[in-house]
């Protein structure tokens, strides 16, 4: 399923950001200086989204709890002012406007974790034009310290967080785009770090992420690499050092990597956006350190950001990516036997305009159909799911001037599902009672 972001979408995180359960999206928008927050529904589906201001050119986006009143809170690394900004949410799906934070020159990732064991959760960022990392120390009320910096290698792009030595402290490795290799600085666990360790990767490393590939739990390193359509996977010894790289191929141009288990076989498993190849890769992992040759799915236009989660609570892991020339993000829900359900295309009508959509049952054969108000052409179009995953032709239903929003109940008490329409044309709202055929209200 697609949703609007705002302009040239770079990062995306997800969060419970009303407290209702069900997960939640925030997109970083690069190029209109916003954030989009998309709430979830108990289906897999979203709201349109709300957006905040942030600084110029926000790259990368992270969620926590930085006050402790229990409520998800949002920061953001402006890349073109230099700045982090922190916005604090209410608890209800909406946020304070940000505060701003120095950081290094033009920040191109952040990652959230408590650095020095006060319980208060803390910030570091990659700063690509000057060739370090910021810390800033986190006082547990929604504000932080100064910034302290830490070199790296040439050009950080991303930075991820692991215990690296087994020693309860927490560990920073950044991706060096310029110079081709990942640097990771040990935690003492008092908020400071020690040098940087280098280690070879593929051609323009962009994006690292950490878990444990070989089930010895030892944490180790995944790096998407830009330039020669390679992931890197690096297995660590539990002391801090890690073996040589042992390169899989992804699609064009791999922009964002995440892991997760998307197979339910207990061993974690690789997902890769494809910049330029306008797709995205899952490796599966064999639980050994190694993984499967890719399986590939399309995105939109130039994906950039890629995180997962449960949307629909059906215990699988499902995808989300960031479509940056596409203005939107696709979620991909997770499937049995080791796949993910395309994105479909469903054709609404020319001029249709769809405004609104809804999910139920109609015709009471297991599977869940889609209910859709086109503004356009007054009318409700019903697409019935077939037991394969695919969908049938819509039926549409005429209804008054241009309807705009969908939702759907059992409002007679028969177990059979009812659609309400509101008409925004005429101020009316129209109700359709089902059938269980689901082809006649």
Same mark, same amino acid.
């Given at each position: 399923?697609?949703?609007?972001?705002?302009?040239?979408?770079?990062?995306?995180?997800?969060?419970?950001?009303?407290?209702?359960?069900?997960?939640?999206?925030?997109?970083?928008?690069?190029?209109?200086?916003?954030?989009?927050?998309?709430?979830?529904?108990?289906?897999?589906?979203?709201?349109?989204?709300?957006?905040?201001?942030? /600084?110029?050119?926000? =790259?990368?986006?992270? @969620?926590? %709890?930085? *006050? #402790?009143? $229990? +409520? !998800?809170?949002? &920061?953001?690394?402006?890349?073109?002012?230099?700045?982090?900004?922190?916005?604090?949410?209410?608890?209800?799906?909406?946020?304070?406007?940000?505060?701003?934070?120095?950081? /290094?020159?033009?920040? =191109?990732?952040?990652? @959230?974790? %408590?650095? *020095? #064991?006060? $319980? +208060? !959760?803390?910030? &570091?960022?990659?700063?690509?034009?000057?060739?370090?990392?910021?810390?800033?120390?986190?006082?547990?009320?929604?504000?932080?310290?100064?910034?302290?910096?830490?070199?790296? /290698?040439?050009?950080? =792009?991303?930075?991820? @967080?692991? %215990?690296? *030595? #087994?020693? $309860? +402290? !927490?560990?920073? &490795?950044?991706?060096?785009?310029?110079?081709?290799?990942?640097?990771?600085?040990?935690?003492?666990?008092?908020?400071?770090?020690?040098?940087?360790?280098?280690?070879?990767? /593929?051609?323009?490393?962009?994006?690292?992420?950490?878990? %444990?590939? *070989? #089930?010895? $739990?030892?944490?180790?390193? &995944?790096?998407?690499?830009?330039?020669?359509?390679?992931?890197?996977?690096?297995?660590?010894?539990?002391?801090?050092?890690?073996?040589?790289?042992?390169?899989?191929?992804?699609?064009?141009?791999?922009?964002?990597?995440?892991?997760?288990?998307?197979?339910?076989?207990?061993?974690?498993?690789?997902?890769?956006?494809?910049?330029?190849?306008?797709?995205?890769?899952?490796?599966?992992?064999?639980?050994?350190?190694?993984?499967?040759?890719?399986?590939?799915?399309?995105?939109?236009?130039?994906?950039?950001?890629?995180?997962?989660?449960?949307?629909?609570?059906?215990?699988?892991?499902?995808?989300?990516?960031?479509?940056?020339?596409?203005?939107?993000?696709?979620?991909?829900?997770?499937?049995?036997?080791?796949?993910?359900?395309?994105?479909?295309?469903?054709?609404?009508?020319?001029?249709?305009?769809?405004?609104?959509?809804?999910?139920?049952?109609?015709?009471?054969?297991?599977?869940?159909?889609?209910?859709?108000?086109?503004?356009?052409?007054?009318?409700?179009?019903?697409?019935?799911?077939?037991?394969?995953?695919?969908?049938?032709?819509?039926?549409?239903?005429?209804?008054?001037?241009?309807?705009?929003?969908?939702?759907?109940?059992?409002?007679?008490?028969?177990?059979?599902?009812?659609?309400?329409?509101?008409?925004?044309?005429?101020?009316?709202?129209?109700?359709?009672?089902?059938?269980?055929?689901?082809?006649?209200?």
């Amino acid at each position: 399923m697609t949703y609007s972001t705002g302009f040239w979408p770079r990062s995306v995180a997800i969060g419970d950001f009303n407290n209702d359960t069900h997960l939640d999206i925030v997109v970083a928008n690069q190029a209109d200086n916003t954030v989009s927050v998309l709430i979830g529904y108990d289906n897999g589906s979203f709201a349109n989204q709300k957006t905040y201001q942030t /600084g110029s050119s926000p =790259r990368s986006v992270a @969620i926590s %709890d930085f *006050n #402790n009143d $229990t +409520h !998800l809170d949002i &920061v953001v690394a402006n890349g073109d002012d230099n700045t982090t900004s922190v916005l604090l949410g209410y608890g209800n799906g909406s946020f304070a406007n940000q505060t701003t934070y120095p950081t /290094g020159s033009s920040p =191109r990732s952040v990652a @959230i974790s %408590d650095f *020095n #064991n006060d $319980t +208060h !959760l803390d910030i &570091v960022v990659a700063n690509a034009d000057d060739n370090t990392t910021s810390v800033l120390l986190g006082y547990g009320n929604g504000s932080f310290a100064n910034q302290t910096t830490y070199p790296t /290698g040439s050009s950080p =792009r991303s930075v991820a @967080i692991g %215990d690296f *030595n #087994n020693d $309860t +402290h !927490l560990d920073i &490795v950044v991706a060096n785009y310029d110079d081709n290799t990942i640097s990771v600085l040990i935690g003492y666990g008092n908020g400071s770090f020690a040098n940087q360790m280098n280690y070879s990767t /593929g051609s323009a490393p962009f994006c690292v992420a950490v878990g %444990d590939f *070989n #089930n010895d $739990t030892r944490q180790d390193i &995944v790096v998407a690499n830009a330039d020669d359509n390679t992931v890197s996977v690096l297995l660590g010894y539990g002391n801090g050092s890690f073996a040589n790289q042992t390169k899989y191929l992804s699609g064009s141009g791999p922009s964002s990597v995440a892991v997760g288990d998307f197979n339910n076989d207990n061993r974690l498993d690789i997902v890769v956006s494809n910049w330029n190849g306008n797709t995205m890769s899952v490796l599966l992992g064999y639980g050994n350190g190694l993984f499967a040759n890719k399986m590939t799915y399309p995105t939109g236009s130039s994906p950039s950001s890629i995180a997962i989660g449960d949307f629909n609570n059906d215990t699988r892991l499902d995808i989300v990516v960031a479509n940056a020339n596409g203005r939107s993000i696709i979620v991909y829900f997770g499937y049995p036997k080791e796949s993910f359900l395309n994105q479909m295309k469903l054709i609404t009508g020319n001029g249709s305009r769809p405004r609104s959509f809804a999910i139920g049952d109609f015709n009471n054969d297991g599977q869940t159909d889609i209910a859709v108000a086109n503004s356009r052409t007054n009318n409700v179009g019903i697409f019935l799911r077939y037991g394969n995953g695919s969908f049938a032709n819509q039926i549409t239903y005429s209804t008054d001037s241009s309807p705009w929003a969908v939702a759907v109940g059992d409002f007679n008490n028969d177990m059979i599902l009812d659609i309400v329409v509101v008409n925004h044309g005429n101020d009316i709202v129209g109700i359709f009672l089902g059938s269980e055929r689901g082809c006649r209200w």
